[in-house]
Each structure stands twice: as structure tokens, then as C-alpha cells.
């Protein structure tokens, strides 16, 4: 069974750097659309970054020239760099993709278990 695994979240100061992680927990034939979100307390769930199939990259307008999304084929990874971080960047946050396991098998979409980012001021 393929899982998104996040790591990465932690507690830290305001104007601090954290770096999120999202990998699947096995081998896979393919990823599309992975994006991340974030849902703060008393808050909806929001989209942070997303990145299509056609490499194409966007940025909720809160986070726009702070957080930066990247992939790393080789491991199969997907990554949120947060930089200048503000307390109202506290949340949980998911990493989210559509997966084929296998060439003959249909996509079907995953959620990673959430990490915990805590901004302080």
C-alpha cells in the first residue's frame, strides 16, 4: 500500500526557516500534481504550493516569495522550503499527490498524515 510520509515540521521563531518532506513509502510508477496544504487553527483547509503535471508551479498569495517548492526524482521526494515564516504560517501541513503504483494501474490520489509547523513571535 503506497503512503505519503511528511517530516520536517517542528517549532520555531518568527522570520525562522523550516524545510517539509513528503516521500512515498514505497516504489512508484509515476506522481502528478502534488501540492501542499496547510490548515490553521479554526481555519479551512487552504492550498500552499502546487505543481502540475506540466512542471507548472503556484503559490498561495500569503506565502508568495517565502515558500518554495521543489522535487526530487532520484528520491522520490517532494519538499516545502519556508523561509521568513510568521506566526500565522502555524498549522498542520499535508503534502497531497495522485499516484500510479503500477504503468497498468489508474492514478489515485493520496494524503500524507499532516507534520505540525509552529511559528512563534
Known amino acids: 500500500q503506497v503512503q505519503l510520509v511528511e517530516s520536517g515540521g517542528g517549532l520555531v521563531q518568527a522570520g525562522g526557516s523550516l524545510r517539509l518532506s513528503c516521500t512515498a513509502s514505497r516504489s512508484i510508477f509515476s506522481i502528478n500534481n502534488m501540492g501542499w496544504y496547510r490548515q490553521g487553527p479554526g481555519r479551512q483547509r487552504e492550498l500552499v504550493a502546487h505543481i502540475s503535471t506540466t512542471g507548472s508551479t503556484t503559490y498561495a498569495d500569503s506565502v508568495k516569495g517565502r515558500f518554495t517548492m521543489s522535487t526530487d526524482s532520484a528520491k522520490m521526494t517532494v519538499y516545502l522550503q519556508m523561509n521568513s515564516l510568521k506566526p500565522e504560517d502555524t498549522a498542520v501541513y499535508y503534502c497531497?499527490?495522485?499516484?500510479?503504483?503500477?504503468?497498468?494501474?489508474?492514478?489515485?490520489?493520496?494524503w500524507g498524515q499532516g507534520t505540525q509547523v509552529t511559528v512563534s513571535s
Open positions: 497531497n499527490a495522485d499516484v500510479r503504483r503500477r504503468w497498468f494501474e489508474s492514478e489515485q490520489n493520496y
